[in-house]
């Protein structure tokens, strides 16, 4: 039940992101269609770009994790520890990156939300 519950909120979490992309939200909510030429607020702005290079980031750790869990696989040579710590570290990277998609489906959902009370 315990491994059921943890797949469907990672689902649910990198459901966020598509779903405020393709615009369902509109729908869901009862928005008008796209906002005319709607002014960005500073915060969005700084929100935004913050994410983007927070997730840039992310993704250079993950990817650093994957190359020592790889690093650590190859020259395991049998030994379960160093498989298990290979794990780990693979297990990490992509708890990570799930993370970072999640955290920027969240800007975009908040952004989305304030974007017409703001007109």
């Not at 598509?18 to 909510?29: H, M, N, Q, R, Y």
């Not at 009862?30 to 702005?45: C, K, L």
Request: avoid cysteine; glycine fraction near 6%.
């Amino acid at each position: 039940m315990k491994k059921v519950l943890v797949s469907l909120t990672l689902i649910s979490l990198l459901a966020v992101p598509v779903i405020v992309s393709a615009g369902w939200l509109e729908d869901i909510l009862g928005i008008g269609g796209q906002p005319e030429a709607a002014p960005r607020t500073d915060v969005m702005v700084i929100l935004d770009s913050l994410t983007n290079w927070m997730f840039a980031i992310l993704l250079v750790i993950a990817a650093i994790f994957i190359i020592v869990a790889a690093f650590n696989f190859v020259t395991a040579a049998g030994d379960p520890e160093k498989t298990k710590t290979a794990r780990m570290y693979v297990l990490y990277a992509l708890i990570g990156v799930l993370v970072g998609f999640a955290a920027r489906g969240l800007v975009m959902l908040v952004e989305r939300i304030v974007e017409p009370a703001v007109r």
